[in-house]
């Protein structure tokens, strides 16, 4: 069969076998959405997602192509007839989704989608046609027009009511293609942004964190600060909006999470050129939520704790303790979102150490002890949390910043990451004692104390205060010593 050419080999061929299994069951198959858009503006995905509609039993057909292709099969919407097959290949991992038509035809469904640039359509079988393909695409939108013009316009005025969850997704299409938003369509979403509130928190997460995947969330995240939108999905920072007069600060506590994300986006890109940094922040904690846009997220929210805190005492403001109540704040945000439970531990200790790079930086010399308590406490987001904190320092302004501290925050940043790397590259530690041997040598029952002892020896090994099992044991004689 003839190709047009314009997907990768291996897409087309997986596109070949849909359609092959389409004709044998006579059944006319529209390929849809993002798949033509995404080709159309040339930028196709590492592992691509491809949206098929069909006037009618699209269940049954994506239950037929995952036997095919032994692929993975879910029901994603029995009541709308939506299902999802998943093919992994040895390079790629392809989401295959398919959808009973939004009315009885086509021409109906592409007039009930969101957005003009997601309303082409191709009958599957003229991409293996003679015709070109431009020739052969269904747009009755006018999509490509708004591609070529870098625009996202709502199909139709009452399509924020169909679906308030467009709204967020009119900014995070704004975002991910580097479009603007159209006049009509921004005001419209403007006017209706309270219906945000009635859309399922698990849908919200998922365009939330679409945005923040985009090189420049830090822009999407100001348009919906600005447009009061951004204070549906979290109303913490309505507080955070307040001014407090605070030397270290000309903006307020969200101007000030803004910026942050702006320098945390420029500090991630430039990282991730190094292959392990880029490895570890592109590591998934679930499927399409990167640890890069967790630690995004908190770029934004790492202050989060600050209005709850703000206290003036002898003239002086102070948000003493913010950290703490933040990591509090962050967790029931991240159960709202429905985030996994890695997500939320992962998103809570960041918040809950963003300070503590900082104050390591003030101390005249870095020492043994605290190093080691820095990455007892951070754990895997150690990297996180550092870079965090180098936006953190970078977006504080004022004149009690001094040059000499930043210049040794900067420095001290880049130490510690590159020893967390190689790290990773060292042999562990094998403890000097366990349980079993304190309470045989020490006379000790089980107890608290025990892991206390442990841990405390844990210490003393790692900064080379003992090194047998013999200056172990001594140590925790001295420990529990009355």
Sequence with gaps: MKNSGTFPPETLSLLEEVYRLSQKNNIRLFLVGGALRDLLARRLKDNPDLDFCLRTQAIAFARAVAKKMSAGFVILDKEHGCARVVKKTAHKTYTLDFTDFKGSTLEEDLRNRDFTINSIALELKELFGKKPFSASLIDPHAGKKDLAQRLIRMITPVGFDDDPLRILRAFSFASLFDFAIEKKTLAAAVRRKRRLGSVAKERIRDELFRALSAQKSFECMQQLARHGILEIVFPEIKAMQRPFKRPFHRLDVFGHSLLTLKYLEAIIAHSARNEEAGKYLQEEFSAGRPRASLVKLIGLLHDIGKPRT??????????????????????????RLKLSNAEVRAIKQMTFCHLRPGYLATNPV??????????????????????ISLADQRATHGYRTVEVTRARHERLIRRLVAEYFASLHQKKQLPLVNGNILMKRLGLTPSPLIGTLLAQLRELQAIGKIKTTQDALKAAAKIIAP
């Design 310 to 335: 703000f206290r003036v005492e002898k003239g002086k403001v102070s948000f003493h303790g913010h950290e703490r109540v933040g990591a509090a704040m962050i967790e029931e945000i991240g159960s």
């Design 366 to 387: 870095l020492t043994k002890r605290a190093k080691f308590r820095f990455f007892r406490d951070a754990g895997n987001e150690a990297v996180s949390i550092l870079l």
